[in-house]
């Protein structure tokens, strides 16, 4: 891939990483946070602590987003970014734009979701 493509997916993925990480911060501090307005009865506590699941479970998410940013960043350095890590072959720059995180080209992770049963993109 040229060095200005590159460049053009390091951005992209820059971007993203800044707006992840926010999103882990501002996840976090929200799980932490309890309203505390002096008196709670059992309904009160028991949203407390599902609001404080939903928060930590979306922190982990970004967090998971933000490790494929770091390893799509670190194929760019290694200069394997754009090849698909399962057969090698080069991943459609269309694929990358709407996924700049991709690790397969279209026909592998086709064939990755069929035999996981999942149809998930999230291995993308």
Do not use: W
Request: net charge negative.
């Amino acid at each position: 891939m040229e060095s200005e493509r590159l460049e053009h997916f390091r951005n992209i993925l820059l971007g993203q990483l800044r707006q992840h990480n926010e999103n882990v911060r501002t996840d976090q501090a929200a799980g932490t946070e309890a309203a505390d307005d002096g008196v709670k009865d059992s309904v009160d506590m028991s949203l407390d602590d599902v609001n404080r699941e939903i928060a930590f479970r979306m922190g982990e998410r970004e967090s998971q987003i933000v490790a494929d940013i770091d390893q799509a960043l670190m194929r760019i350095d290694e200069g394997t970014y754009g090849l698909c890590a399962r057969c090698g072959k080069p991943i459609d720059e269309r694929r990358l734009e709407a996924m700049p995180t991709a690790r397969y080209d279209a026909a592998c992770q086709s064939e990755i979701e069929a035999a996981s049963g999942t149809g998930n993109i999230s291995t993308l």
